[in-house]
Nanobody, 117 residues
Framework: VQFVESGGGLVRPGGSLRLTCVAS????????MSWYRQAPGKERERVAR????????QYLDAVEGRFIISRDNSKDALYLDMSDLKPEDTAVYYC???????????WGQGTQVTVSS
């Protein structure tokens, strides 16, 4: 199992980013998928999740209306479109299979998002 996240960077408050995760080693199209983030000194938290085929989504209250999770099952890819970014969104972002809880023990390297003026 492998997750490769990309797309992070340094942005100013109010800015936007698109994160991409390419997964391998399992049948992506059959799995719920989630984005998590971990800020310095804090526990990892789930930001958004999406069902396998219908693409039903659910979000952390703090990002509702600003983030959009999507997937392309033909590419084994998961996306997170983030807009109106705030300093409190600063974290390392990870993708993982599973909706309620992580399905695997192996995490990717994550992608750093820093929101600062």
């Amino acid at each position: 199992v492998q997750f490769v996240e990309s797309g992070g960077g340094l942005v100013r408050p109010g800015g936007s980013l698109r994160l991409t995760c390419v997964a391998s080693g399992f049948t992506f199209s059959t799995k719920h998928m989630s984005w998590y983030r971990q800020a310095p000194g804090k526990e990892r938290e789930r930001v958004a999740r999406i069902t396998p085929t219908i693409g039903k989504t659910q979000y952390l209250d703090a990002v509702e209306g600003r983030f959009i999770i999507s997937r392309d099952n033909s590419k084994d890819a998961l996306y997170l479109d983030m807009s109106d970014l705030k300093p409190e969104d600063t974290a390392v972002y990870y993708c993982m299979a599973g909706g309620a809880s992580p399905l695997f023990d192996t995490w990717g390297q994550g992608t750093q998002v820093t929101v600062s003026s």
